[in-house]
């Protein structure tokens, strides 16, 4: 028997992977401290949970809309007026079970076999491989750490080939803490009103861990509004991870595109969930406030730890809760038994050594590179980062 071929196009996420690792060594009895998985260590604040409640003592436990009940698509064009200043209305959202589905469902509904799709590096895991699902071809930009982790107009400018379909990034970056300023995306947009044939999918899932100050949104330039793909959701910002709800705003054909795919895929996403994020969306933002607040000491500290240690450059994130520091440094030595070749060497070596877990750069477009997730207790981001320190001066 032989399976599909599509199955040959794509790799399984590293962040996924690493866990994995991670929870075998735990297994055994080994103390592993997770700094590979992009979660937020904190519970769903009570009146969103409160509200999951009420909804399946109300009973709305039935198949909904694919798109998403009316109430929830109406308070993400509230959240998206009051946070962004941008007006949708519902028949511009589709509701999905998490942001990934929802980038799947904008890329699958937008790109063809052949059609190039540009993202800047280092980008989150999963956006070359939807694209190789899609039988499109990723056009990797290389960024720097010297340049912030972002893209130059005359970088994007370059990369663009009459077959380009799509430019895919994030602001907040996962893995890099990159976040663009106005300026920085007014200067993209600039090259972006040359070729109107080009659609942007901007990721804003980390819009509100931002340590820099306003979010901005791509989609604030009325002359690209339509070709702007917004993908967001509830896992970051309200640490509602298990609850899988994000979602699109897009122009209302890109939309439909998506919820025609979304039918035939998974439906909508859960009843529950979507009553506990109209909550979410429309009250009260303290604990996304706070939860950010205890996200930018954690930054703090972990920018204090990392730059004690020899070799490591290391740009201080901007938003997000990961740091990525260039690692190559330690490339080509050897603690006598273990030799680090490269990223994923380096990762191995800690996971196995400090029983820190990470997760290598080349996932992200970046082989020089390693992500380390601060989404985790103070004891144990200063314990993670000992042990690191300890590992690496073994290394000669």
């Not at 009260?284 to 730890?305: A, H, N, Q």
């Amino acid at each position: 028997m032989q399976l599909s071929s599509l199955l040959q196009r794509f790799n399984e996420p590293e962040t996924l992977k690493m866990a994995k690792l991670g929870r075998e060594l735990r297994a055994k009895g080994v103390d592993v401290i997770d700094l590979s998985l992009g979660e937020p260590d904190f519970d769903t604040p009570q009146h969103i949970k409160d509200a999951a409640v009420k909804a399946i003592a109300d009973n709305w436990s039935h198949y909904t809309p694919v798109a998403g009940f009316m109430d929830l698509r109406e308070a993400i064009c509230t959240k998206l007026k009051r946070d962004n200043n941008l007006d949708y209305k519902p028949e511009n959202i589709i509701a999905s079970t998490g942001a990934k589905q929802s980038l799947a469902n904008t890329i699958l509904a937008l790109v063809d076999e052949g059609e190039e799709v540009i993202i800047p590096t280092p980008y989150w895991v999963t956006y070359s491989e939807l694209v190789k699902i899609a039988k499109g071809k990723v056009v990797e930009v290389h960024t720097s750490l010297e340049s912030g982790f972002k893209i130059t107009p005359a970088q994007l400018e370059a990369a663009i080939t009459p077959n380009t379909k799509a430019f895919l990034f994030s602001s907040p970056c996962n893995p890099s803490g990159a976040v663009y300023s106005k300026a920085e995306l007014e200067a993209l947009a600039v090259v972006f009103r040359k070729y109107p044939n080009i659609y942007i999918i901007s990721d804003e899932i980390y819009e509100y861990i931002n340590f820099v100050g306003k979010h901005e949104s791509i989609a604030q330039f009325a002359d690209l509004k339509d070709r702007v793909v917004i993908i967001n959701g509830l896992s970051k910002g309200f640490a509602m991870t298990g609850w899988r709800l994000g979602y699109i705003a897009a122009n209302a054909e890109v939309a439909k595109a998506t919820e025609k795919l979304q039918g035939q895929f998974t439906s909508a996403t859960c009843s529950i969930t979507q009553k506990a994020a109209v909550v979410a969306l429309t009250t009260d933002l303290k604990p996304s406030r706070e939860m950010t607040e205890e996200f930018g000491r954690r930054r703090v500290k972990t920018m204090e730890l990392v730059k004690s240690i020899p070799g490591i450059k290391c740009f201080e994130p901007e938003g997000a809760f990961y740091i990525f520091p260039d690692v190559s440094y330690y490339y080509g030595k050897s603690d006598g038994e273990t030799t680090v070749q490269n990223s994923g060497d380096f990762a191995m070596y800690l996971l196995n050594t400090a029983h820190v877990s990470s997760v290598m750069g080349d996932a992200f477009g970046e082989p020089n590179c390693v992500r380390f997730s601060f989404a985790n207790s103070m004891p144990n981001i200063e314990k993670a980062w000992k042990r690191i320190s300890d590992a690496l001066a073994k290394l000669k």
